[in-house]
């Protein structure tokens, strides 16, 4: 195969190779992206030889890892081009969610899609809100023009995925901002697959709350981000209480510290935020932009090989961001996954989180390829490669 630029990043990722030395061919980073060295590196060393504990700076040590950590906090911000009083470390997306729903003051009908991940799905029922779902249009996108049709003063949230992890699809996020402020709602967009892959300003989008997880943006595992308007988080309650969060503790009365510290009760993740903070600096220095045009290049040459298959179902919008998911006639995706591990091709089969979804396209699973800024025309190959074997072997 030809016509791929590669970003040529293979080599900073030691997680691409198998134990035996062997190249192994990752097409799974919508579920978690591999690690580059300098974020290994980082986080070695803050649990290492730089390792303390924050926000007790009375020694050098915990004065420098509390830098560290709210540099971190600032290279997030950055990245997404907001104030750095405005986000706040959770564990991950899923938290970040659950976090709004919870505290988010006026609950009331909150304005989902038919394609959402699970975790912008469950927080909202648990909490208590009262659930709308809009529609996708014929080639997987969210159906704006529904959600207009949809949206009542009633409406105090309309949370969507800004880049669907099954489909790839990009939402309008402008106009889907332009509709909830229409009735007064607020925009919380679930941005787990779009911050790896797409330019990402909160500004320009004009959204309220933004949520993502470090693992999917060669980061850790256990922090992602909330980023939310300083107005909206200032007149949110804390969700969870204990130390860090505090201004003054009494048995009868409690004040709390402003937000983010507010929504960050109990020792941080502190070498987790650091490392998150070096994986911004790796993408920065990328360029997203860069790692955008390069997995939209990986994902048309995807496409084009799997369409050109007459047995191939192809689901999502031909412009999917990073991301494409499929099925065979007659090869279940589970069956296509366990054949392709044997080629070192790593895919996911699943409903990926995102049962409704599936509900809605009549399917239980699909197979799904996913790209980073590591991917390859050499993974592209290896995967047909894979499928045409496992098609012979389907018989
Ligand atoms: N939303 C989307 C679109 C996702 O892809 C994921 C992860 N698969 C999540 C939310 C949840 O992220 P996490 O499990 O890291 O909290």
């Known amino acids: 195969m030809s016509g791929v630029a590669t970003l040529s990043r293979k080599a900073d990722f030691p997680g691409l190779v198998t134990r035996d030395g ?25 649990l290492g030889e730089d390792y303390a504990t924050v926000h007790r700076g009375v020694y050098g040590r915990s004065a420098n890892m509390t830098l560290g950590y709210e540099a971190a906090r600032r290279k997030v911000a950055a990245l997404i081009g907001g104030a750095e009083d405005e986000v706040v470390f959770t564990r991950g997306a899923t938290e970040a969610i659950n976090l709004v729903a919870y505290s988010y003051p006026e609950k009331g009908r909150v304005l989902l899609s038919e394609l959402e991940h699970h975790s912008n799905i469950v927080p909202w029922q648990l909490a208590g809100w009262q659930v709308d779902v809009c529609p996708l249009t014929d080639d997987g996108r969210i159906d704006l023009d529904a959600a207009e049709r949809m949206l009542t003063r009633e409406h105090t949230m309309v949370s969507f995925a800004h880049v669907s992890n099954v489909l790839g699809s990009v939402l309008d996020a402008r106009r889907a901002a332009e509709l909830a402020h229409a009735v007064g709602a607020k925009l919380l967009l679930d941005g787990c697959q779009a911050v790896p892959r797409l330019p990402v300003d909160v500004a320009a989008l004009d959204c309220d709350f933004y949520a ?16 939310g308007r300083a107005d909206l988080l200032d007149a949110m309650p804390p969700w969870q209480g204990g130390g860090a969060m505090i201004d003054q503790v009494g048995f009868q009365r409690t004040t709390y510290a402003p937000a983010p510290q507010r929504f960050e009760a109990g020792t941080p993740a502190i070498t987790e935020a650091i490392a998150f903070g ?31 298959m007459n047995d191939v179902t192809l689901y999502g919008p031909e412009d999917s961001a990073g991301i494409v998911s499929f099925l065979i006639d007659g090869i279940h995706p589970h069956d296509l996954g366990t054949i392709l591990d044997e080629e070192n091709v790593a895919i996911r089969a699943g409903h990926h989180c995102a049962q409704p979804l599936m509900e809605k396209l009549g399917i239980p699973a699909t197979a ?27 018989g």
């Open 368 to 394: 799904r390829a996913s790209f980073g800024i590591y991917s390859d025309e050499d993974d592209v190959a290896a995967l047909i490669r894979g499928i045409e074997r496992t098609k012979r072997i389907f």
């Open 22 to 46: 062997a190249p192994w061919h990752y097409l799974d980073s919508a579920a978690t992206a591999q690690k580059p060295q300098a974020v290994i590196d980082a986080m070695t060393s803050a």
């Open 212 to 227: 993502f997880s470090a693992h999917k943006l060669y980061g850790p595992t256990g922090i992602g981000a909330l980023w």
């Open 278 to 308: 070096a994986a911004c600096d790796y993408v920065a220095n990328a360029g997203i932009e860069s790692i955008h045009a390069h997995e939209a290049r990986l994902v048309k040459q995807t496409r084009e090989a799997l369409g050109a």
